[in-house]
């Protein structure tokens, strides 16, 4: 199966400072990268992702890159303000027949105001 | 459009009790999927359904069974449950790239 590894676990920021989480991920396979927010109690929600033939997307003030060749990709959030605080997954879709997803362990955002 | 809901919302049990969590979500997906997430860790599988009649074991399936009898509904079932099945049950229904989750069971066994 696949094995995600996302890094650094924790992660505090300054309002205003900008913040980069990266995934690894083993399957050469993969061909979808999202990356979850979930604010405590709350479901996971899709903030943005990329598909394999793109190199990278941005959506105002967040971004991911992929790099296939070394397997991982980055989530990039500029300009953090406190509601940017939460916990963020990765998890890439392999090439299994369930179109699964594999989940990353998470990292804890805090931004401080 | 309601998207993914699950009842219940919260539930206690007893050690050997069992029960069912359903899933339903309203926009025709075929993909379905239980994940269960343990405090300060990720989502873990379960089991899946890629449609109608059809479930697969996922990472963590022992001690949990699913039905997909209808495409609209995935139910989860713990037979006998354990202290180790205390954790937040999300469902999820996917159909092309985006993977939609419901608002989660917060399930304790004592």
């Known amino acids: 199966g696949e094995n995600v590894e996302q890094h650094p676990s924790t992660l505090s920021v300054q309002e205003g400072d900008s913040a980069v989480i990266k995934c690894t991920y083993s399957d050469s396979a993969s061909n979808y990268f999202p990356w979850y927010k979930q604010e405590l109690g709350k479901r996971p929600q899709l903030i943005i992702d990329?598909?394999?033939?793109?190199g990278e997307k941005k959506d105002q003030r967040i971004a991911v890159t992929l790099n296939k060749t070394a397997k991982h990709f980055s989530l990039h959030i500029t300009e953090t303000q406190p509601e940017d605080s939460a916990v963020y997954f990765c998890?890439?879709?392999?090439?299994?027949?369930?179109?699964?997803?594999?989940f990353g362990g998470g990292t804890r955002l805090m931004v401080k105001p | 459009n309601a998207g993914v809901t699950q009842t219940p919302k919260f539930r206690v049990l007893k050690t050997g009790q069992s029960m069912t969590l359903l899933c339903a979500q309203d926009?025709?997906?075929?993909?379905m999927y239980w994940y269960r997430q343990d405090p300060g860790m990720g989502l873990r599988l379960i089991h899946y359904s890629v449609g109608e009649g059809t479930t697969a074991k996922g990472e963590v399936p022992d001690g949990y069974n699913v039905s997909r009898l209808k495409k609209q509904n995935f139910l989860l079932g713990l037979e006998s449950a354990a202290p180790s099945q205390t954790s937040v049950y999300f469902c999820a229904s996917r159909q092309g790239g985006e993977q939609y989750f419901g608002p989660g069971t917060r399930l304790t066994v004592t």
């Open positions: 990329i598909r394999s033939n793109v």
């Open positions: 998890a890439p879709r392999g090439g299994n027949a369930g179109n699964m997803l594999t």
């Open positions: 926009m025709n997906h075929e993909y």
